[in-house]
């Protein structure tokens, strides 16, 4: 037994592979043991067994394998990973288990087998069972039936899937083997218990007397619906609810709805063998059928007949087939052969379904045509084939045809028709039948229930009675309106009678669903297994209708009945809601009305109505006005109140006041009763006769809109056009046209009655009057918003003037969303699911384009013109083609009978001539425009072809095949496209040019897509065909179409369908989709309406992504997070693996210290040796057109001596996460690593380079941000780049100049600009010259732009190699075709020209005429004049020098000796701008007048100027005044009726607001200081509600180009930065003064605002100009008034969602987090005033988002604490403020229990009760101090950190701050011992530095806290950039502090100047502003002046102070003495003088 004591000692994996038997099995017994002990399904244990399971079952050995199928039963059932060995432990089940003779084993073999069907692996198992049904020993193909039983008997049939048995079942009842046939037979009857009589036909060949038996059985099985009984993993949830019946008794009938719902649906055809008959058409068949003799031609009938009667045909093209059949139908005198064919017919539609819909148009109209025959069997016959056809396309599709027949005169065709839609509609559900069908059938149809044949009213009542059982009463009754109650009521019988037609139809199905919900309260989804009649029948019905019923009213559907439900699909896609509404009522007689009226009204009222004397009625009117407002809705009388008001005098009442109050009434009288059409006739003649009037139009307008509420705008609108236009007043006319305007834009287009209005519109243009031609084109223009551009087709006979009237409003429209309709709707929306909505907006889009008069040209399609396109000569066919273009030219828009030309375009599209092709392409693109969205039914005979065009090898006709696809698209929409085999067919032709086209459009389109077909699944399977496709060009394609794919069918379904792959394909395949889920889109959300058709026009779009996480947390977005990480585990283990799992070995520790080292290792002379190897070629040399491998190898290779290992793993990781990951590290380590940087720059620039070839868009970003922070360092250290690292990067960065992505190309610019500073311009000028030859036409033009750029900026030197040179090169591309180029080009050289003058003609040489004239005429209308140009070279110069030079001195010395020039050059800009500004004559006349003196002193001054620079300032302030005064007469020249008219004042706003966002800095202001006026008058601010978000978009926007454009533009004079930075600060604040409007802003907007805002507060370079610390201030002040006045829910929502973001962006600084987080800190402070405003579930969902994004673990890895804290401090604020209610605030989170957030509010609340008070002060001092329990080495680094900030020369000052702070928070800290060890001299400079600090503090701190905030506080919010000002700007209350610290300074400022004080207090005006807190600092003019005054003296100072450290200019200035008092004073008088008479004016 030595042996034994051998094995006992090994481990239990190796015992399981030993050799003696008995090893093994003590091994499997140990396994068994281990299997069931382990808890963890994840544990790594599992996976060491990976490998044996499959031993564990086909041991050699009996005993042992028995042992062994157990451990692998216990493995399976536990283990996470079983899932990987399931093909080879069930392929070892059914080879070497089933065929043992122990029962046991093949029992153990079945449920291992079941487990693996469990944890989901159905599939693979299933694969194995049926191969083993191949195998030649009958026990296993025994044991394999019986396991395939089981699993269906335990699972079903949605799990097991169905199809693949039932093929091999025949052949299994042919077996010899009587176990066999046996056990076959019991599978049959289980399948059949599932599918029912779908089983039939497949099984109808069988021997009979074997089907005999199987009846028998069948038979016996019981009729209750068989139900799941094991679940797998996934369906844990349903297995609850199955116990959970059990428990019950198992009756709950209703409850298991859901899962069987889904079991009955397979179809028995699905389940049959396709069969292809057109081969086996008889050889002679379409001679024989035009055959003379009947007889002849019914044989060939006959043949076909018996072809068709096969359940399921091949797909293949049955056109000829079709064509043939329907002219027999049409043509054959023989009514025999007619029904014949019907029957052939009605075979083809039922065996192909859906793939017959494409013939389906053309047979259609011949069927119902031959309705008109009587004999019986002849109509069936045909009823037959129509109703088997309509089964195969849509109501839809063929509405048009059947429209067609109905007015046909026959009596029996138009029953016929009438009874086929009432079947028609059967099959319809609410969806599948929208208003946009209902309307003209319903139309249609009353017609035949008024017709003289009492069967065709029959009919007529049935169809009817259908729609309305269908659709519901709500959809149907608006098109009923005019119908008398008679025959209302027969409809609705019908209507009853009808659900038992529909019962027998669709057996079961109905009367359940009818029934069900209204007794059983359960769902309205179709009933269960009921339906066992006709399959076919049924399936239209049931699947269908479940869809719509859940889909519209979301949590309504459990209660409502299934019509009810269906109703409300309906409801809201029906354009207008309130048709639901509609009140009928008839006339009421004088009388009648007198007696309604006399029973609401006082009586004096009544009497008084026609007194003679005006103030008798005037108070009538007040008391019916009083009377009207306090009625009842229900009692209102509304027709008999409106009759008394237009009893006499009616509307020709003659005071104006009496007429004012009756037209309110009427207004009145409409919003609050029920106000009817027959209401509206009686006013509305009256209303319009008064639109005109002066004092009551605007009332007569307002009760207009009011009556469209009530009775739909369409309605109304066309009877106030008609009205209007029957009249001749003029005035009249023009002002309803107005109404008309602004009434579509608030009730938006949808019903309106286009057709009508043109004709108005038409009269309108024609009238001599030019008010009502201007209205007319006004309304035209608010028209075409919604129509677009087919609008103009109606007026292109107009007059030329005119037509270019009308052009030019619709350029003013161009770009413009129509805005989204806030009218009637409101009240009408029921519940109205994502689906109504996006079909209104389309029914809108296609409304307009039916209304299009269409042209058919029909008969202009001869046979003549069908026989020319298919002539053999080329020539001939060519003039066919040429004859249908002008035919579709002429014609302009055409109806959709366009009869043969369908099929001969076809065949042109695979002409020999490929010219033609060309032709016919384009003519397919013509006919697509003009025939609309009806090309729809030509989608699959004409549409698929041009597919197939797209294969074709010439490039020119492939992309006319694209273009003509995208045409069709347009028009159709995508579904038609995609449904059917179609598409996948195309696919899988294997033509690369074909596949790469179409997937790149697949590509295109998906996306965009929020629903698609089931079918796309068919072309999964080409697709990964594709993806290894031979051309590298296709593989591309199908990876790029992948992700795409996957956000409409799910990974699942894609992995799924990899299974029929090899394993070596499915493995990469596999790989691909794991990367491709990890770059899934999200599937677009609903457009919402605001953002679809905001008015901000673009901008909303922006917050779109936003919106859709929000609403889809549950879906896709969300989910593909975890398997985004999986994906990333899964290639760190297969990359472990592959290093020889070296990794592993490694202690994780270890790995995470390498990572804390220098992540750049500096190499000595490292780069210098790089470079001269370059030179010597050891290396390849960086250049190449995309980067080779061997150029990726040899960086590598480079790199590995400098960059820290891991960072270069990360760097060349195939993932672009990873290249993220290494550039945020980057971006980390650049401060701290600046040597490191500037010794492997050469390296690190050219893997940037690298990065710019790849695809992925957020790599290249972050590139970019790091790119922007490099460069800046390196200007910083005075770095200049080498000739090696410029030439290998700068012609790849230019390269991205070209990207289409705006902001891309924005940051390379910026890029590009700053590289000047450390690489000469000059030597740029050549990378940039030789990026204008791209073939890129955006890199063209933005190249030339940037070299227009740089010879402004440094003068011609830059033109390298000679001026001359480039100046010919730039000229060049004038004449380039693309006109953005052509722009640059001329914009560039005018550019020249301004700096060079005249010469530039010379140095240009030969232009060609064209260019020349071109030229020429730009140079004219630019307007600088080359004067100023020289002089501004001259200055830029110097700049230029100075930044390269280190010495800060000499530059300050350098700019104070320019300053002069400088001065006199910006006021002579100044004059040759005011005096080109002409165009507004008001403006030169108000502002230099007064100032006229002091520039004339200051241009003619020479020298003495220095000291006093702020004269500057002077001229900013006229600036100022400028634009204040401008927008009096602006506005007004708008319309005289600029306050009446509410319209022109919407759309005006809208175009100031527009002018915000403007490029020119000039129109941005005076369009900020219009809003800022209309936001100071109080009456006239409400006029900006509604625009908010819109404006406060164009000011983060304006703030956007500030930053990133106007900041890095050297041109700029900085002085207009600041201008513009006021204005735009002063409008926010007065804006965020006004709390009402301030409201309205919406979290994505205040969101982007703060980011702004913050930007704003860091942006060093604000600093560095004059004004800054007083933009800074005011920035400062500003946002505590957003925080404080906006929505609070939307305030703290934003800051929540913009600190998340600015924690996940690397980029951002840690400061831009810490200034969201003090907002936060401020919020948190008001919460307990605000709690009760605040939506808390809103705000609770962000910080569940929030806490899922940043789990606590991730928040403590933060470098900060802050982020925590914030969070913390703020949810324990909100338990304090709310207690144990918060936890019911948590409504919004979908999953509770695994929100971190619930469990933290828990905690809480348990803390709370535990301790009450303690707890509160904890959190207070923990938001505001650093945490006391901080360890004692902690502090000492803080201190250690502050004391070598005052050591250090730059941050000295922010050093003693910090140390100051400290002090006062820790007063018993003891700084000592740093002290100790210094110098004497240090230690005194740290206390004095501290006194004054203190000093400093004490009076501003006294301000401080007498706001109520602790000065704790203080200071804690400054950016380390600011400060200089730390004590006023960044803290929270800074806006107490600025004013009165001015003041304060100004005093003394002015006892100096020797000006005494009191005459300053004496006035209160300036005093009050000042110490006023709510006034912004810089409120309005007037304060500006005050303000400046201040500044004025302070700047003064600091000039004359220029040797100051710079340091300390910013500081107070105070204690130096002016150099010329007199000249100050009498400056100071100066404009105290100005003050004065400024103010008086103002008064």
């Known amino acids: 037994m030595g042996d034994d004591s051998e094995w006992m000692k090994l481990p239990i994996d190796q015992k399981c592979e030993h050799k003696l038997w008995k090893a093994r099995l003590n091994g499997y017994e140990e396994a068994l043991k281990l299997f069931q002990k382990i808890d963890d399904e994840k544990s790594p244990e599992w996976s060491k067994y990976l490998g044996l399971i499959k031993k564990f079952v086909t041991d050699s050995n009996a005993v042992a394998q028995l042992k062994g199928l157990e451990a692998a039963l216990a493995y399976v059932e536990n283990a996470h990973v079983a899932g990987k060995t399931t093909g080879e432990v069930a392929s070892g089940v059914v080879n070497k288990v089933f065929n043992q003779p122990k029962a046991r084993a093949k029992e153990l073999g079945e449920d291992i087998c079941l487990m693996y069907i469990e944890i989901e692996k159905g599939e693979a198992v299933q694969e194995e069972l049926l191969k083993g049904l191949d195998n030649k020993n009958p026990k296993i193909i025994v044991a394999c039936i019986e396991t395939l039983r089981k699993a269906l008997s335990e699972f079903g049939s949605k799990i097991i899937s169905l199809k693949p048995i039932i093929k091999v079942l025949p052949k299994l009842f042919e077996s010899r083997e009587k176990a066999v046939r046996d056990e076959a037979k019991l599978l049959a009857v289980e399948i059949y218990r599932w599918i029912r009589d779908a089983l039939r036909p497949p099984l109808q060949n069988i021997n009979s007397v074997q089907l005999k038996e199987l009846e028998e059985e069948w038979i016996k099985v019981s009729s209750a619906a068989p139900k799941q009984t094991r679940f797998l993993r996934s369906q844990q949830e349903l297995k609850a609810k199955f116990e959970q019946q059990q428990g019950l008794g198992g009756d709950a009938d209703g409850g298991d709805d859901d899962e069987e719902e889904a079991v009955p649906q397979v179809d028995a055809y699905e389940l049959l063998e396709a069969v292809e008959i057109l081969s086996k058409l008889p050889k002679d068949f379409y001679e024989k059928i035009e055959a003379k003799k009947w007889q002849e031609r019914k044989e060939a009938l006959e043949a076909v007949e018996l072809l068709v009667k096969n359940p399921k045909l091949e797909s293949g093209d049955y056109a000829d087939l079709v064509k043939a059949l329907k002219k027999v139908v049409g043509k054959d005198t023989n009514v025999m052969l007619v029904a014949l064919a019907a029957k052939c017919l009605a075979g083809l539609a039922t065996g192909l379904r859906k793939k017959f819909g494409q013939y389906a148009g053309h047979v259609v109209p011949t069927i119902l045509e031959k309705f008109k025959e009587k004999k019986p069997q002849v109509v069936q016959a045909l009823q037959e084939a129509i109703d088997a056809i309509f089964l195969t396309t849509t109501l839809q599709n063929i509405s048009e045809d059947i429209l067609a027949v109905m007015d046909n005169k026959n009596p029996t065709i138009k029953q016929q028709t009438s009874l086929f839609i009432a079947r028609s509609f059967r099959h319809c559900t609410p969806s599948t039948l929208p208003k946009s069908l209902l309307k003209p059938f319903c139309a249609a149809l009353l017609k035949h229930i008024n017709d003289s044949a009492p069967e065709v009213r029959d009919a007529g009542f049935e169809a009817l009675g259908t729609a309305l059982k269908v659709a519901g009463e709500k959809a149907v009754n608006p098109f009923l309106a005019d119908v008398d109650k008679l025959k209302l009521d027969r409809i609705k019988e019908c209507a009853e009678k009808v659900e038992l037609v529909y019962g027998k139809k669709a ?112 108070a009538c009117m007040e008391e019916f006005q009083k009377a009207v407002e306090l009625m009842e809705r229900s009692e209102m009388p509304c027709q008999a109140l409106v009759r008394m008001l237009a009893k006499k005098p009616g509307w020709k009442e003659t005071n104006f006041q009496v007429m004012q109050m009756k037209l309110h009434i009427v207004a009145l009288i409409a919003q609050k009763g029920n106000f009817s059409k027959t209401s509206a006739q009686v006013v509305l003649d009256g209303l319009v006769d008064k639109v005109g009037d002066v004092k009551c139009g605007t009332n007569a307008k307002e009760a207009m809109t009011a009556i469209a509420e009530a009775c739909q705008l369409p309605w109304t609108a066309e009877q106030v056009v008609a009205t209007a236009f029957s009249q001749k007043n003029p005035k009249n006319q023009s002002e309803t046209l107005n109404w008309l305007s602004n009434a579509i834009k608030e009730f938006g287009f949808s019903g309106l009655n286009v057709k009508a209005f043109i004709s108005n519109v038409k009269t309108a243009l024609a009238a001599t009057n030019p008010a009502v031609r201007t209205s007319a084109i006004t309304l035209l223009g608010v028209m075409y918003l919604y129509v677009g551009p087919s609008l103009r087709m109606f007026f292109e006979d107009e007059k030329p003037a005119l037509l270019s009237q009308i052009d030019a409003e619709f350029e003013k429209m161009q770009g413009q969303t129509a805005p989204a309709p806030t009218r009637g709707i409101s009240r009408h929306s029921v519940g109205g699911g994502d689906d109504g909505e996006e079909e209104e907006q389309e029914e809108v889009g296609n409304d307009v384009v039916d209304l299009l008069p269409r042209t058919d040209i029909g008969d202009k399609i001869t046979a003549e013109l069908v026989s020319k396109i298919g002539d053999k000569n080329w020539k001939i066919r060519k003039e066919g083609l040429d004859e249908v273009t002008s035919i579709i030219n002429e014609a302009k828009f055409i109806q959709p009978n366009i009869g043969e030309l369908p099929a001969a375009l076809k065949g042109r599209l695979n002409d020999s001539n490929k010219i033609l092709v060309q032709q016919t392409l384009s003519i397919l693109q013509q006919l697509a425009t003009a025939m609309g969205p009806n090309i729809k039914q030509y989608v699959k005979n004409l549409g698929i072809p041009v597919i197939t065009v797209l294969g074709d090898s010439k490039n020119n006709v492939r992309a006319a095949a694209l273009a003509t696809v995208n045409a069709w698209a347009e028009q159709t929409g995508m579904k038609e496209w995609l449904e059917g085999e179609d598409l996948s067919e195309e696919l899988k032709k294997e033509n690369p040019f074909l596949r790469q086209e179409l997937l790149g459009w697949l590509a295109e389109k998906l996306p965009a897509l929020r629903s698609v077909p089931s079918d796309l699944l068919l072309c999964v399977p080409h697709l990964y065909s594709c993806l290894e496709d031979r051309n590298g060009d296709v593989r591309k394609k199908a990876q790029d179409a992948l992700p795409f794919f996957m956000m409409h069918l799910g990974f699942e379904k894609m992995a799924k369908a990899t299974g029929k792959l090899k394993p070596t394909s499915k493995d990469q395949v596999l790989a691909m989709l794991e990367k491709a889920k990890a770059n899934m889109p999200a599937k677009p959300a609903l457009p919402a309406k605001a953002s679809s058709k905001g008015v901000g026009g673009a901008a909303p779009a922006k917050f779109q992504p936003a919106s859709a996480f929000a609403d889809d947390l549950g879906s896709n977005t969300m989910e593909s997070k975890p398997d985004l990480k999986k994906a990333k585990a899964g290639g760190l283990s297969s990359k472990t693996k592959v290093q020889g799992k070296k990794v592993l070995s490694k202690p994780s520790l270890k790995e995470d210290d390498d990572k804390s080292g220098p992540i750049f290792i500096i190499v000595p002379n490292g780069k210098e040796q790089r470079m001269r190897e370059e030179k010597a070629l050891k290396v390849l040399k960086w250049n190449f057109t995309t980067p080779r491998d061997e150029y990726i190898e040899q960086l590598k290779t480079q790199m590995s001596t400098c960059v820290a290992k891991w960072l270069q793993d990360e760097m060349f990781h195939a993932d672009f996460q990873h290249h993220n990951k290494a550039l945020s590290v980057m971006i980390e380590h650049l401060e701290s690593e600046k040597d490191g940087v500037i010794s492997c720059l050469d390296l690190i620039l050219k893997w940037l380079t690298l990065r710019f070839f790849d695809t992925n868009t957020s790599v290249l970003m972050k ?56 690489y000469p311009a000059s030597k740029m000028f050549p990378f940039i010259m030789e990026g204008t030859k791209s073939k890129n036409s955006k890199q063209r033009a933005e190249c030339l732009e940037e070299l227009g750029c740089l010879v402004e900026l440094y003068g011609m030197n830059v033109c390298q190699p000679t001026p001359g040179k480039a100046l010919k090169e730039m000229a060049t591309h004038i004449g380039d075709r693309d006109n953005t180029v052509r722009n640059a080009a001329l914009n560039t050289i005018v550019t020249v020209y301004n700096v060079h003058g005249d010469q530039v003609f010379k140095l240009i040489g030969n232009l060609s005429e064209k260019d020349m004239s071109m030229l020429e005429e730009r140079i004219k209308r630019s307007a600088k004049r080359p004067s100023s140009a020289p002089v501004r070279q001259a200055e830029e110069k110097p700049q230029r020098t100075q930044n390269m030079s280190a010495n800060a001195s000499m530059m300050r010395k350098g700019q104070a000796e320019d300053m002069s020039s400088k001065l006199k050059i910006m006021y002579r800009t100044y004059r040759i701008q005011n005096r080109n500004m002409g165009s507004h004559p008001e403006t030169t006349h108000t502002v230099p007048r007064e100032f006229q003196l002091d520039l004339d002193e200051i241009e003619n001054d020479n020298g003495t100027v220095r000291c006093e620079m702020p004269a500057l300032v002077q001229h900013k302030l006229d600036d100022i005044f400028e634009p204040v005064l401008i927008p009096e007469p602006k506005i007004r020249a708008v319309s005289p009726h600029f306050d009446d008219m509410h319209s022109n004042t919407a759309s005006t706003i809208n175009f100031v607001i527009s002018q915000v966002a403007s490029g020119d800095i000039n129109t941005s202001i005076q369009a900020l200081t219009q809003i800022d006026e209309v936001l100071k008058q109080e009456d006239k601010a409400e006029a900006m509600s509604g625009h908010i978000d819109q404006f406060l978009i164009a000011t983060f926007m304006q703030l956007r180009l500030i930053y990133n454009t106007h900041m890095a533009d050297e041109k700029l004079d900085k002085d207009e930065i600041v201008r513009l930075y006021s204005c735009i600060i002063g409008s926010m604040i007065t804006l965020f003064q006004i709390e009402s409007l301030a409201r309205e802003a919406s979290t994505g907007v205040l969101k982007d605002l703060m980011h702004g805002l913050i930007t704003l507060m860091l942006d060093s370079r604000v600093e560095d100009l004059e004004e800054g610390e007083q933009v800074i201030r005011s920035v400062n002040l500003l946002v505590v008034k957003v925080l404080e006045k906006s929505d609070q829910t939307n305030i703290l929502s934003a800051l929540l969602v913009l600190l998340q973001d600015s924690l996940l962006a690397t980029a951002s600084s840690p400061k831009f987090s810490e200034l969201v987080m003090k907002c936060l800190w401020r919020m948190v402070r008001l919460l307990p005033e605000t709690i009760n405003s605040i939506n808390l579930d809103r705000i609770l969902l962000d910080i569940h988002i929030f806490m899922k994004v940043f789990p606590k673990e991730k928040l403590k890895q933060c470098k900060s604490e802050f982020p925590i804290r914030t969070l913390k401090t703020l949810l324990h604020t909100l338990c304090k403020l709310k207690g144990p209610k918060i936890l019911d605030h948590l409504t919004m989170i979908d999953n509770k229990n695994e929100s971190e957030l619930e469990a933290h509010l828990c905690r809480l609340m348990k803390h709370a009760m535990e301790q009450t008070g303690k707890a509160d002060k904890d959190t207070e001092k923990g938001a505001s101090r650093i945490e006391e329990k901080a360890s004692k080495a902690k502090v000492n680094d803080i201190l250690a950190e502050i004391f070598k900030k005052i050591g250090s020369k730059e941050n000295t000052k922010e050093g003693l701050a910090e140390l100051y702070e400290y002090k006062k928070k820790y007063s018993d800290a003891d700084i000592e011992p740093f002290l100790k060890n210094s110098s004497q001299f240090f230690q005194s400079y740290v206390e004095r530095g501290l006194r004054l600090i203190e000093t400093e503090r004490e009076g501003k701190g006294r301000i401080a806290t007498s706001t109520g905030i602790s000065p704790q506080m203080e200071g804690t919010c400054v950016p380390a950039s600011t400060h200089t000002v730390s004590s006023s700007i960044g803290n929270t209350n800074g806006e107490e502090v600025g004013p009165s610290v001015y003041l304060e300074r100004l005093k003394i400022l002015r006892q100096r100047c020797g000006l005494d004080n009191a005459k300053q207090e004496d006035r209160p005006p300036l005093t009050s502003l000042l110490s006023k807190p709510t006034l912004p600092t810089v409120a309005s003019s007037t304060d500006m002046l005050h303000s400046k005054l201040s500044q004025l003296r302070e700047s003064r100072e600091q000039y004359q102070h220029l040797d100051l450290d710079s340091n300390q200019t910013h500081s107070s200035g105070i204690g130096t003495t002016l150099a010329s008092p007199s000249s100050a004073a009498a400056n100071i008088d100066d404009l105290k003088k100005r003050l004065e008479r400024i103010k008086s004016s103002r008064k």
């Open 507 to 618: 057996g079961g199905a109905a009367e359940k669903k009818e029934g069900k919900p209204i007794t059983g309260k359960t769902t309205a989804l179709p009933g269960p297994a009921g339906d066992k009649e006709t399959k076919d029948a049924a399936t239209k019905p049931g699947p269908l209708k479940k869809a719509t019923a859940a889909k519209p009213g979301g949590p309504p559907k459990k209660g409502k009945p299934a019509t009810a439900a269906g109703t409300a699909g309906a409801g809201p896609k029906g354009k207008k809601g309130p048709e639901t509404k509609e009140i009928f009522e008839s006339e009421l007689s004088i009388e009648v009305c007198e007696e309604k009226a006399a029973a609401v009204l006082p009586a004096s009222c009544i009497q008084q109505l026609d007194s003679g004397n005006w103030k008798e009625r005037l």
């Open 1263 to 1318: 590139t970019l941000e790091y790119l922007k922070l490099l460069f800046n360092l390196l200007n910083q250290e005075d770095y200049h780049l080498t000739e090696n690292e410029a030439s290998s990067f700068i012609p790849y960065l230019i390269l991205k100049v070209g990207e289409p992505k705006d902001v891309i190309r924005k940051d390379v610019r910026a890029i590009l600009n700053r590289m000047c500073h450390i």
